[in-house]
């Protein structure tokens, strides 16, 4: 069975640029997002983690941790973070751990059943499948998960709209329409009927019996 919603994010203690890594500790009180990748040095995840490091106002803004996973070691991480922030132009000042065991590849179920590591000559096509998403919460629950393959990069301004509305959402009778940006009205959970609806989020804007819109709370 794969790690699905609302599990609790796999513990795991890694070590990583930043020193050794103990994750729910790591994590704390914070929202927190893994990024991982098949291998360093590849072109398309050196753009991605480009992005991670020019948006490292926008996450911090979020109280929300940041967390690379690539499946080769720190000393390799570490040359490549050159790369990223040459590119990117900006620190890559979030922890890379080494997952070479891939202990986290597995305790995430990244990898698929026929997967196989030569011990020579391995290529990103290896472990193509590290290339996932996951939004944890505060409560180390997994809250939403995105995989891609490797020949696409990911959109990381859906990135940052699913992370607003994954913390707007969180342990509330809301939820966000298709194309919600920030700011933009949510939906009221039918758990509440109009009068407790109301009282809770204001003015109702009804579209239909079961599609009621209210302000997005502040």
């Known amino acids: ?3 699905r ?6 513990d795991f203690t890694a070590n990583s640029t930043a020193g050794e890594i103990k994750f729910h500790d790591w994590l704390g009180d914070h929202y927190g997002i893994i990024f991982s990748h098949p291998r360093d040095f590849t072109p398309v995840c ?3 983690f480009g992005a991670v490091a020019q948006l490292s106002a926008e996450f911090a803004k979020r109280g929300v941790k940041v967390l690379g996973v690539s499946v080769d070691s720190v000393e390799d991480h570490a040359e490549w ?3 990223i922030e040459a590119f990117g132009g900006a620190p890559a000042d979030f922890p890379i751990i080494d997952d070479t065991s891939l202990t986290v590849a597995k305790a995430y179920d990244m990898l ?3 997967y196989y590591l030569p011990t020579e000559g391995r290529t990103p096509a290896n472990s193509a499948t590290v290339r996932t998403v996951y939004i944890v919460g505060r409560d180390k629950k997994v809250k939403l998960t995105m995989t891609y393959p490797m020949s696409v990069g990911r959109n990381f301004a859906e990135i940052l709209r699913a992370l607003d509305a994954v913390i707007l959402t969180d342990g509330v009778p809301l939820a966000t329409p298709a194309n919600w940006q920030a700011g933009q009205d949510v939906i009221v959970a039918l758990a509440l009927n109009n009068e407790q609806a109301t009282e809770r989020f204001g003015a109702l804007d009804i579209k239909l019996p079961y599609l009621r819109f209210a302000k997005a709370p502040k």
């Open 5 to 10: 919603i609302n599990d609790i994010a796999p």
């Open 112 to 114: 698929p059943a026929d």
């Open 46 to 48: 050196t753009t991605e």
């Open 1 to 3: 069975m794969g790690l």
């Open 81 to 83: 973070k050159r790369d």
